[in-house]
């Protein structure tokens, strides 16, 4: 029975290191794989495992942020209606065990950099910086609205950024921006949650949810849903791009990213669902089946 105990309390104290490092959140750093996808080097080993490698150190230091923010914002998870069964709101983990946890995944990315072979400097730099904007995200930029928005997509521009660098590929200005401009819109979307939950409850869950309202954020989704697909436009057209995958018709798939943001729409306006986008991409067959498509035809127009 002894046994059995200790068992149980292992077994708990996995669960709750796990939702503190959040590996499910670890979806967002295939933006790091993307260069290597769409600039055709797939297939190109040495390509393939530094933006691999690159992933791997993204989903480490990814996960130090996710400790270093629940440490700060403990406070506010504990009146929270979900957050507040967070490991450290909750008490099932200490601070000291937060910050040591923290501290590991921050060695552990350095030593998954150490294992690049070529542009270890500059792409280990780009995520000591994504860190270092993260904590100071968490710290004082997250606690001013438009600010923390923009922050949250820049970070995403990084790890594409740091994807191209670590594959040896040169990124198009039009991937940038529709990284930036994707992002944007789904951290709007993020956002509208919370002002559905304060206008709920009469309690703001962020300091400056109080700078949104629906208007507001509906209007932003809008505007960047619209810009994105925009720039989707101007990539599919450039010369850059079709000269690289040798096709005038990529422009015929603005019609999946057309469907692709709608969804994204209807289940942030109609359904609600805006909270985590990575429950989105996980548990949504529309937008999992769009996703597929995408690079179904992107692989076969760039590979085949």
Known sequence: MKFKGNHNVQCSMINSILNLIRPQQWLKNAFVLMPVFFGGSLLDRSALYASVVTFIAFCWIASAVYCFNDIIDVAYDRRHPVKCHRPI??????????????????????????????????????????????????????????????????????????GGEASGVVLSKWIVLMTFLITLFMSFAKRRDDVLRMEATGEAPRKNTIRYNLTFINQAITITASVTLVCYIMYTV??????????????????????????YIQLTVVDKRSGDPTKIMLRDRFTQIIVVLFALVFFFVIYM
């Open 238 to 263: 450039s010369p850059e791009v079709t000269a690289r995958t040798h096709s005038e018709y990529l422009y015929l798939t603005t019609c999946l990213a057309l469907l692709g943001l709608l969804r």
């Open 89 to 162: 709101a909750s008490g099932a983990v200490s601070m000291k065990q937060a910050y040591g946890l923290m501290i590991l995944m921050f060695i552990l990315s350095i030593g998954t950099i150490l294992l690049l072979k070529d542009n270890m400097l500059l792409v280990g730099g780009i995520i000591l910086f994504y860190f270092v904007l993260n904590l100071a995200y968490c710290l004082w930029l997250k606690q001013h609205a438009i600010v923390d928005v923009c922050v949250i997509a820049f970070g995403f521009v990084l790890r594409l950024i740091a």
